[in-house]
């Protein structure tokens, strides 16, 4: 193991506390070809209605042999259900989507990159229906449903690499465009401010590719779905700091922060100067 295994065992002993809390629901998507759910986790606050608030999509596991990612999504996880009246005000202006593993066969049956039958299903989303992957097939229709209501705003597609550090891929102007390409930035730029893990050294760009889900968002919703790939490393980071759980579940917590302030969501115990009651740095933005 490159990691810590994180095993569908262990999955479901997390889900059955989880879905434990008054805040979260969990439900089952789909099977893959192999009879194993894909689960989804709705967190947020059903006092408010979720058409007056924004949705957040957030998957791992992907490829099963990067575990680091489970323990970043567990970092958001206890972060979002910490009782914390920042958090709780979130739930309340948020819906969280979250997704554990997309490729519960790649992990079950022990592959590395890609499923049982030996699909990258990362790379999957362009194809014709016909020959796309099972996962892919459900997590698009999931996809579809949510934004037939209320599109989502941020899609986070969490990895982990070889490299010796965290990244993010973001994506070229030229392949997406200019207010694409500076949300990304925003983000980006956001989550990794007074961040001892992530520097700004650290990120990678790339041209978009209409292989990847970012691509399939891109063709169907535009700039309407702030969507990035978020690598963590597997041993080290660029501080040559090593990796650990706690510093994972950290990275996690910080992931949840940087979306609320990237929306612009502002408590008075931790306040965002930039948000909508002040005018945007960004011009143009509305």
Not at 26 to 46: A, C, F, K, N, Q
Request: charged fraction near 20%.
């Amino acid at each position: 193991a490159y990691y810590i295994p994180y095993t569908l065992t262990h999955l479901r002993e997390r889900l059955a506390v989880w879905a434990a809390h008054s805040m979260v629901a969990v439900d089952t998507l789909g099977h893959t070809l192999r009879g194993l759910p894909l689960y989804e986790m709705t967190i947020t606050d059903s006092s408010v209605p979720d058409s007056l608030k924004h949705h957040i999509w957030i998957h791992s596991r992907t490829h099963p042999g990067e575990t680091p990612t489970s323990v970043q999504f567990e970092g958001i996880m206890k972060t979002l259900l910490s009782g914390r009246d920042v958090t709780d005000y979130y739930l309340k202006r948020m819906v969280f989507h979250m997704i554990p593993f997309t490729n519960p066969d790649g992990v079950y049956y022990g592959r590395s990159r890609t499923n049982f039958d030996g699909v990258d299903v990362e790379s999957n989303w362009n194809r014709v229906d016909s020959l796309t992957s099972q996962e892919v097939l459900i997590l698009k229709a999931r996809m579809q449903q949510i934004n037939q209501l209320n599109t989502v705003k941020v899609f986070l597609n969490l990895h982990s690499q070889a490299s010796p550090f965290c990244t993010f891929w973001i994506h070229t102007a030229s392949s997406t465009s200019a207010r694409f390409y500076r949300q990304e930035m925003q983000f980006s730029n956001i989550n990794i401010s007074d961040n001892p893990y992530f520097v700004y050294n650290d990120y990678s760009f790339s041209n978009l590719s209409m292989t990847f889900p970012e691509g399939w968002q891109w063709r169907n919703w535009g700039e309407k779905i702030m969507a990035l790939t978020y690598e963590t490393p597997y041993d080290y980071y660029s501080s040559g700091e090593l990796v650990t759980n706690e510093n994972l579940e950290y990275i996690g917590e910080r992931t949840l922060y940087s979306i609320a302030e990237y929306l612009k969501i502002s408590h008075p115990k931790h306040m965002v100067l930039d948000n909508d009651a002040v005018p945007s740095f960004w011009t143009g933005d509305t």
